[in-house]
C-alpha cells in the first residue's frame, strides 16, 4: 500500500517551520477501547477513544500503543459537528515521524499541512464526497443509518493525513443478521483495490455502536503497512 499511496500522492512545496507542528492534547471522556489483533491473532495495538463536547463542537480523539510495552505510536484529533461533519483534523503518526493538520476550508475544500524533519509541506485539495477520518468514521455509518439500511451506496473520502490527500471509497450496508450489521468499505479506484482490501465495520443493529472491524489500520507494524482485526469494548454510550 505504501508504494501504491506514494505514486498516487500529489507533490507540494516546503517551507521551514519550528514550533508550528501541531498536537493533540489529551482528556475527555472515554467511549471505548480497541484491542487490535493481526490475521493470525497476534495483539498489536490497544487504542482508545475520547470524547468532549463544547456546545456544537465534538472533539474525537484515538490514540493507539503498542501491545507489548504501551508505546505511544499513533494519536489522531477530529473536530467535527454532531452528524460527524468535518471541521479539522489533527495526527500525530509517531511511526512515520509526522505531524499533520487537515482544515476543511468550506463545504468541498480540504487544506493540508504536513511536518517533518522541521519543515512542513502543504496542499489543498477539492472534495466530491464527504471526508472522514479514522476518529470520525463509525459516527458517519451511524448517522447515515437510514440511508445505508435503505441500500443506498454512499460514497466518502478517507483522509490519509501524511500523503496529503483523501482516497475515495464507497459505504454499502449488508442486510442485518440477527443482533449485527455490517457496513463493507470499498475503495472505488481499481488501482487502489489491489492493495486494500474492502473493510469491514460490524455494528449492533440497536445502538448502532461499532463491535468490531477489519481492515487497514493507522500504525505500522515491522515497518509496513498492515491489515487488522479490532474487538471493542465500551464503557460510555458511543459519540
Do not use: N
Not at 499513533?74 to 503518526?93: F, G, I, M, N, P
Not at 466530491?128 to 447515515?144: E, S, Y
Not at 435503505?150 to 482516497?167: C, I, L, N
Amino acid at each position: 500500500m505504501r508504494t501504491t499511496l506514494l505514486a498516487l500522492a500529489l507533490a507540494s512545496g516546503c517551507s521551514a517551520v519550528s514550533s508550528a507542528a501541531p498536537r493533540v492534547p489529551g482528556g475527555g471522556t472515554r467511549i471505548y477501547a480497541g484491542d487490535v489483533f493481526g490475521t493470525d491473532g497476534t495483539p498489536m495495538f490497544r487504542y482508545t477513544r475520547d470524547s468532549r463536547v463544547q456546545g456544537d463542537s465534538w472533539t474525537s480523539v484515538h490514540t493507539s500503543r503498542t501491545a507489548q510495552d504501551g508505546r505511544l505510536v499513533v494519536t489522531q484529533l477530529a473536530e467535527h459537528d454532531e452528524s460527524y461533519k468535518l471541521h479539522r483534523y489533527v495526527e500525530d503518526h509517531q511511526q512515520l515521524g509526522v505531524r499533520s493538520e487537515v482544515v476543511a476550508d468550506g463545504a468541498d475544500t480540504l487544506v493540508y499541512t504536513s511536518h517533518k524533519d522541521g519543515r512542513a509541506r502543504r496542499r489543498t485539495e477539492h472534495l466530491r464526497a464527504p471526508a472522514v477520518t479514522g476518529p470520525t468514521l463509525f459516527g458517519f455509518v451511524a448517522t447515515h443509518w437510514e440511508q445505508l439500511s435503505s441500500g443506498e451506496k454512499m460514497p466518502v473520502q478517507f483522509v490519509v493525513a501524511e500523503r496529503r490527500r483523501s482516497y475515495r471509497f464507497t459505504l454499502v450496508m449488508a442486510k442485518a443478521a440477527d443482533e449485527h450489521t455490517t457496513v463493507t468499505m470499498r475503495a472505488t479506484s481499481p488501482v487502489l483495490r489491489l492493495s486494500i482490501p474492502p473493510m469491514r465495520m460490524t455494528f449492533d443493529s440497536e445502538t448502532h455502536a461499532i463491535v468490531r472491524y477489519e481492515g487497514r489500520i493507522p500504525p505500522r507494524w515491522e515497518g509496513s503497512s498492515v491489515d487488522a482485526r479490532v474487538e471493542y469494548q465500551h464503557v460510555a454510550p458511543y459519540r
